[in-house]
Structures are given as structure tokens and as C-alpha cells.
């Protein structure tokens, strides 16, 4: 195997040390958030980060870069109090990924990517036509990580909307059938297939 010391990766070439260090703590979720100012102008861009945070009350949360250039999507959930969460299915990752080109705030990544928005809540928050899962969040917080100056942004979930095939008699959503892919560091797309699915585990006798 190869062995690499901190040293190593501090010494690398940034773009090969970014591959490596966020390819390695595995297969991460792949989601577009999509939010809109108070003028209408939609944003959307894509997220590795996305996590479960909790299930009563339920909370997502996503990571942050640093605040030291604009993020649209930050200052318009924090202005507008809402965001919504896309998960990317297979046909679309070509246009989910072009999301994260720096595109200005006047122009939508929607428009130029050309992925459909579509409201379906009382609030004026854009979803993605066509994600097989698709979260309305109400920004609740944000948390400071002092290491890297990254936050920790937290969304209460309040409304979800999941393609009925996905959906299992006990709640559980099987992603595969509706083919939702991963991310593989920061810029590799895969596909998801279902391996098993056990019981809730319990000590062993």
C-alpha cells in the first residue's frame, strides 16, 4: 500500500492533495441546494456535505466553505429562511455538477445548466424537476469550525416529497430505485446499487 505522513500531504501540489484528502473519507451524498434572494433571482449548486443530524426534530446539516468570497446560497437561505435539498439521480449529473461553476449572482445556475426549478410550497423556494428526493429546510443555524474557518450550516426538515417507488411500508427509502448516484471526492459520480439490508442490531446472546 501506499503511506502517506502529514508531511507528505502538506507537501503536495494543491490540486492532487484536494483529490486525495477528499476522496478518502469515502462515498458522500450528492445533492443540489436551491434557494432564491428576496429579488426571485433562484441559485442552485451542488453539495457533497449533506448529513443527518437527527430524527426528532428533524435536522440536516451541510458544510460550508469559508465565507471570504460570496456564497449565494448562504446569504439566501439566511435572508429568505428556506432551502431546499435535491437529490442528484443519474440522468442529471452532468448538469448538477456544472452547478458549482463561479457563476455570478445575477445569473442562475439554473438557467445555465439547464435544469428545471419548480415550487410546490407555500414558500418561494426552488426544487429540481426530476430528483427522485427533494427536502424544503428552514435554515436554523450555523456553527463556526475554528480549524478551517468552515461552518456547519443546520436545516430543520419541513416538508419531503420521495418517488412512491422508493418508498418501503416501514419508511425506509431504498435510494438505488431511484437512481440516486454518490459522490466520489469532489468531482467522480456513482452509481448506488442495494448490497443487503439487516435488522436493527442487538448484543448477541
Known sequence: MRHFTADDLSNFETRYRNYLINSLSGYKSANLIGTQNVSGQTNLAVFNSVVHLGSNPALLGFILRPTTVPRHSFSNMQNTGYFSVNHIGQDMIEAAHNTSAKYPETVSEFEKTGLQPVYKTDQKVPFVEGSPVQILCR???????????????????????????????DGWLQLDKGNVVAINGLEGYAKTALIDRFPYARPKE
Do not use: D, K, S
Open 139 to 169: 435554515y436554523v443555524n450555523n456553527y463556526l469550525i475554528e480549524e478551517n474557518n468552515t461552518r456547519l450550516v443546520v436545516g430543520a426538515i419541513e416538508e419531503v416529497f420521495v418517488q412512491e417507488e422508493m418508498l418501503h411500508p
